[in-house]
């Protein structure tokens, strides 16, 4: 199969089911976003070293990076369409189990902080960001379209756990956490 398909070359691609809209659509706009903040992820990933301390976090990115995906379909799938990949609430509930987790691992937050540190902590930070765009992207499709009942919450939920996953690397590399001066 050829990665290149030239239906693209007039400035559109096809939804979930066959639809054709503009490359610039919000729909395109937001899976593209959830794209980006995989990569991103896979990046981050990419800079933990590569031992035994970390294959937990790995597991668990593995899911959130598989998810993205199920995210991803459904912001592709048109209104009143379905796809066998999706979000649940359990999904959901899995994040903030996480989050738990890792907060109870560290020190907590007195003030702001500023996204850096270890390389992989401040690609963390760099992949909550693009989640909160994706997740401004779904809303404004939301807002006109009803999305799957769970992928508002699993992205506003993602960046909080990139968050926290970003404060752990910190801690769990000896790292530095930048504080916010007033």
């Given at each position: 199969?050829?990665?290149?398909?030239k239906?693209g070359?007039?400035?559109?691609?096809?939804?979930?089911?066959?639809?054709?809209?503009?490359?610039?659509?919000?729909?395109?706009?937001?899976?593209?976003?959830?794209?980006?903040?995989?990569?991103?992820?896979?990046?981050?990933?990419?800079l933990?070293?590569?031992?035994?301390?970390?294959?937990?976090?790995?597991?668990?990115f593995h899911?959130?990076?598989?998810?993205?995906?199920?995210?991803?379909?459904?912001?592709?799938?048109?209104h009143?369409?379905?796809?066998?990949?999706?979000?649940?609430?359990?999904?959901?509930?899995?994040?903030?189990?996480?989050?738990?987790?890792l907060?109870?691992?560290?020190?907590?937050?007195?003030?702001?902080?500023?996204?850096?540190?270890?390389?992989?902590?401040?690609?963390?930070?760099?992949?909550?960001?693009?989640?909160?765009?994706?997740?401004?992207?779904?809303?404004?499709?939301?807002?006109?379209?009803?999305?799957?009942?769970?992928v508002?919450?699993?992205?506003?939920?993602?960046?909080?756990?990139?968050?926290?996953?970003?404060?752990?690397?910190?801690?769990?590399?000896?790292?530095?956490?930048?504080?916010?001066?007033?």
């Amino acid at each position: 199969m050829k990665i290149y398909t030239k239906t693209g070359d007039q400035g559109q691609t096809s939804l979930v089911y066959g639809e054709r809209v503009y490359k610039d659509s919000i729909r395109v706009e937001a899976y593209g976003t959830c794209d980006e903040a995989n990569s991103t992820i896979g990046l981050a990933l990419s800079l933990l070293p590569q031992t035994e301390e970390w294959t937990s976090l790995r597991a668990v990115f593995h899911t959130i990076q598989t998810k993205l995906f199920h995210v991803g379909a459904a912001l592709s799938t048109p209104h009143g369409k379905t796809v066998s990949w999706v979000v649940t609430a359990e999904d959901v509930s899995l994040l903030e189990a996480e989050i738990d987790m890792l907060e109870a691992a560290l020190t907590p937050l007195t003030t702001f902080i500023l996204p850096g540190g270890h390389s992989a902590a401040a690609t963390l930070h760099i992949a909550r960001t693009v989640v909160r765009r994706a997740e401004r992207s779904a809303v404004t499709i939301h807002q006109s379209e009803p999305l799957s009942e769970h992928v508002l919450g699993y992205l506003n939920r993602l960046s909080d756990y990139l968050f926290v996953a970003a404060r752990y690397v910190n801690q769990q590399t000896q790292s530095t956490e930048l504080i916010l001066h007033q």
